[in-house]
Nanobody, 120 residues
Framework: QVRLVESGGGLVQPGGSLRLSCAASGIIFSINTMGWYRQAPGKERELVATLTTGGSTNYADSVKGRFTISRDNAKNVYLQMNSLEPEDTAVYYC???????????????WGQGTQVTVSS
C-alpha cells in the first residue's frame, strides 16, 4: 500500500504564507502525478495544483500566481502558499497516482489532510 502524510498546515493571517509538505511511503514502484486538493466546509473537494514527473504543472485559477507546487524527488511534494486569503481556508489533501509493482495499474491515493486556516 501507498501512504501519503501531509504536514505544514496551521493558522495564518491574511497575506501570510505557509508551506505544505507531503511524503509518500510504503510499497511504491513508481509515482506519476502528485498534487494538492482542498475542501472547504460545505463545499466539494477541488483541485489546487498538480505536478507530473515530466514537470508539467496545473493550477486552479484562484491560486495562480500565489501558490507554487514542487517536488524534490519522486516521493515528496510541496505546496508553497503565499498571499493567503480567508477564502483559502480548507483542509488540504495530498494526492498521488502510484503503482506498487511493474505489472499493476496506477491507482489514486489520498492523504488524511491538513487544516489551513487564514484568519485575522
Amino acid at each position: 500500500q501507498v501512504r501519503l502524510v501531509e504536514s505544514g498546515g496551521g493558522l495564518v493571517q491574511p497575506g501570510g504564507s505557509l508551506r505544505l509538505s507531503c511524503a509518500a511511503s510504503g510499497i511504491i514502484f513508481s509515482i506519476n502525478t502528485m498534487g494538492w486538493y482542498r475542501q472547504a466546509p460545505g463545499k466539494e473537494r477541488e483541485l489546487v495544483a498538480t505536478l507530473t514527473t515530466g514537470g508539467s504543472t496545473n493550477y486552479a485559477d484562484s491560486v495562480k500566481g500565489r501558490f507554487t507546487i514542487s517536488r524534490d524527488n519522486a516521493k515528496n511534494v510541496y505546496l508553497q502558499m503565499n498571499s493567503l486569503e480567508p477564502e483559502d481556508t480548507a483542509v488540504y489533501y495530498c494526492n498521488a497516482g502510484a503503482r506498487t509493482s511493474w505489472n499493476t495499474a496506477f491507482r489514486t491515493y489520498w492523504g488524511q489532510g491538513t487544516q489551513v486556516t487564514v484568519s485575522s
